[in-house]
């Protein structure tokens, strides 16, 4: 599993690898992302930092690709039984529930490589088969907040 981990996780926590991808997209994309860490380290599974290190990496694509943002914020949040990402920008947003109809914001189609919203499936499945939890809150004209959240190892254990 190691061999497949992402390039950030092999030399850095997960906080620090979070700071390194903000910063390349932030270069790539000419706007900053606000990157915040809080509480205390908890230890969690490799799997469930590489599931919430690619969902940072999906949630910036989709800002790229789709809000119209001037600012973009990640959040890792250390609480005593799980571990929280948040990705929020004040984007253009969208209505979610439009995406499982396969219609964008606008009312038209999306396009068929994003495959009416294939990115969040995938974010979701990923969480979910770890026994979290991953939260889509947007509206038209309101930007996005994309919340995952995945249990932590119980105390005293390492992944």
């Known amino acids: 599993m190691d061999a497949l ?3 950030p996780l092999q030399t850095a926590r997960l906080s620090e690898a979070l700071s390194d991808v903000a910063g390349w997209w ?4 000419g706007l900053a992302v606000h990157v915040a860490t809080t509480g205390t380290a908890r230890p969690m599974t490799p799997e469930a930092e590489f599931a919430l290190l690619r969902t940072a990496q999906e949630a910036l694509a989709n800002v790229a690709r789709h ?3 001037t600012r973009v914020g990640v959040t890792l949040s250390y609480l005593e039984h799980e571990v929280a990402l948040d990705v929020r920008d004040d984007g253009k947003g969208f209505d979610p ?3 499982e109809a396969g219609t964008a914001t606008d009312g038209g189609s999306l396009p068929p490589a994003r495959g009416g919203g ?6 979701r499945q990923r ?3 770890l026994s979290g939890t991953l939260q889509i809150e947007s509206e038209p004209g ?18």
């Open 5 to 7: 981990r992402p390039e």
């Open 26 to 29: 932030s270069k790539v994309h």
């Open 67 to 69: 809000a119209y943002a």
């Open 97 to 99: 529930a439009g995406l």
């Open 118 to 123: 294939i990115g969040l499936t995938i974010m």
């Open 127 to 129: 969480v979910e088969g």
């Open 142 to 159: 309101a930007g996005t907040g994309i919340s995952a959240r995945v249990p932590t190892l119980p105390a005293g254990s390492h992944p």
